[in-house]
C-alpha cells in the first residue's frame, strides 16, 4: 500500500513537474526578454538559455537616479552630462549641481526612504518626490501616469568607490547607468592637472615623483600579491569583486597622489559594479577616446540607450556646434609626464590589467551591457578590440 502511495506521489510530481515547464516555456515564448532575467537568477541555468542582448529597456522617472555617469573622472562625463542637458532639456532635469556625490556617503539605514541622505538625495537631484507629502513610494508610483522629467547625476568618482553600487541597488535597481573609460596614463596626467592646487599631497611634488611613488607602492608585497589575484582570477567576476574591495582597503583609493594613477583599475571596479548591480540593457560603457573623436556619433548611441530614438537633426547640429567641455579647476597645471622611461614603466604595468578589462567587457558584452567603441581605430590605446 505504502508502495502504491509513493509511486503516485512520484507521479503527481512528475506531472506537476511537465505542466510548471510548459507553462515556463509558453511564457518565455510570449515574452522573451525574461530569458536574461532568468539566467541572472538561476546562473546554472545560463549555459542553456539563450540571452536577450541590446534591447532597449525604459528609462524610469522614479529611479534614484534615472539616469548615472558614473565615471570615470577626466574621461568626458562633464562634456556628456552639458550634451545631455543640452539636447534633452524637456527630458531631463538639471541637479543642483553636475556631481551629486551623494551615493558615495551617507547612512543608507532601514527604513532608506526616512534616512536623511535619501532626504538630501531626493534633494539634490531636484526630484519631483522631494517635497511631496506621501510616502516616496506612493508618490513614485504615480510618475509614470504624468509627464515627469528624467533625474541625472554625473559624479565620476561612483566607478573606483566600491561602496557606491551597494547604495544604489538599495535605493533604485532600476537606474540607467553609463561609464566612460580612458586609457590610464593619459587620464593620470589630466587628472593631476586638474587636482593640482586641491590637495597638498598633488601639489607638493612633479607628476614624475607621484609616478614614482605610485610604482614603488605597487611593488610592495601587500599590493603586488593583490594585484597578481586579480590577474589570476580569470572571468569570475565576483573574485575580482572581493580583491577590488582589498585594494581599497589597502589605501590605493583614498590617497590623491595614488589615485591618480590607481583609479584606472578599470577591470575590477566593472566587476564589483557588476556583481552587485548592473542590469542587462540598462548599463552603457563608452571608449572615451570613440567620444573624444566623434562626439556625435556617441551620443547617438546614448540617446538610442536612454529614450530608444537616434538625435535629431536639431540635436546634431546643436551637438557639433558646442564647444567641448573640460572641468578645470582654478589652480590648473601644465604637468607632463615627459621621462620616456618612466611613462613605458606605467603602460607596461597597466598593459596585463587593461587585457583583463577586455575579458570583462567581453563578458559584460555578452550578458547584455551595451558598448561603445573600443575597436581597431583605437588600438593604440587599448591592447584588445571588440568585435
Known amino acids: 500500500m505504502n508502495l502504491w502511495c509513493h509511486l503516485l506521489n512520484f507521479r503527481h510530481l512528475i506531472t506537476g513537474l511537465l505542466v510548471s515547464t510548459l507553462l515556463l516555456a509558453t511564457a518565455l515564448y510570449l515574452h522573451p526578454s525574461s530569458w536574461t532575467s532568468i539566467a541572472l537568477q538561476l ?39 552639458g550634451q545631455l542637458i543640452d539636447n534633452f532639456p ?20 532601514d527604513p532608506y526612504t ?9 534633494e539634490k537631484l531636484m526630484h519631483p518626490c522631494m517635497n511631496t507629502t506621501e510616502s516616496f513610494k506612493e508618490c513614485s508610483q504615480t510618475l509614470t501616469e504624468r509627464e515627469t522629467k528624467y533625474t541625472i547625476d554625473a559624479s ?29 596614463v593619459s587620464r593620470a596626467q589630466s587628472l593631476f592637472n586638474h587636482w593640482y592646487g586641491r590637495s597638498r599631497l598633488i601639489k607638493s611634488a612633479p607628476i614624475t615623483e607621484a609616478a614614482k611613488d605610485f610604482l614603488n607602492l605597487v611593488s610592495t608585497p601587500a599590493v603586488s600579491t593583490t594585484l ?27 590617497n590623491m597622489r ?28 563608452i571608449d572615451s577616446h570613440t567620444y573624444f573623436k566623434d562626439r556625435t556619433y556617441v551620443l547617438n548611441k546614448v540617446s538610442q540607450f536612454l529614450f530608444n530614438e537616434p538625435l535629431t537633426t536639431e540635436q546634431i ?23 620616456e622611461q618612466q611613462k613605458q614603466m606605467l603602460q607596461d604595468f597597466y598593459r596585463p590589467h587593461l587585457i583583463k578589462l577586455g575579458e570583462t567587457l567581453k563578458k559584460l558584452k555578452e550578458s547584455g551591457c551595451w558598448m561603445v567603441g573600443f575597436d581597431s581605430d583605437n588600438d593604440t590605446y587599448w591592447p584588445f578590440t571588440l568585435q
Open 43 to 81: 546562473p546554472f541555468l545560463s549555459p542553456i538559455l539563450p540571452h536577450t542582448k541590446h534591447q532597449f529597456a525604459p528609462t524610469v522617472p522614479y529611479a534614484l537616479p534615472s539616469i548615472l555617469i558614473a565615471g570615470t573622472g577626466k574621461g568626458g562625463t562633464t562634456d556628456l552630462y
Open 258 to 285: 595614488y589615485r591618480v594613477f590607481g583609479g584606472s583599475f578599470y577591470a575590477y571596479s566593472l566587476a564589483n559594479w557588476s556583481s552587485i548591480y548592473f542590469q542587462p540593457n540598462r548599463v552603457l560603457i
Open 317 to 339: 547640429e546643436t551637438s557639433e556646434k558646442a564647444k567641448v567641455r573640460n572641468a578645470k579647476h582654478v589652480y590648473k597645471t601644465d604637468a607632463v609626464l615627459d621621462d
Open 114 to 122: 526616512k534616512s536623511e541622505a535619501f532626504s538630501t538625495y531626493l
Open 156 to 184: 565620476p568618482l561612483y566607478l573606483e568607490r566600491p561602496n557606491v553600487p551597494f547604495n544604489l541597488k538599495r535605493i533604485s535597481p532600476q537606474t540607467k547607468v553609463i561609464i566612460l573609460l580612458r586609457e590610464p
Open 90 to 109: 524637456t527630458r531631463i532635469t538639471r541637479g543642483m549641481s553636475k556631481e551629486l556625490g551623494t551615493l558615495n556617503s551617507g547612512s543608507w539605514s
Open 228 to 254: 597578481q589575484q586579480l590577474l589570476d582570477s580569470q572571468d569570475h567576476l565576483e573574485t575580482q569583486s572581493l580583491y577590488y574591495h582589498l585594494v581599497d582597503d589597502l589605501g590605493i583609493l583614498h
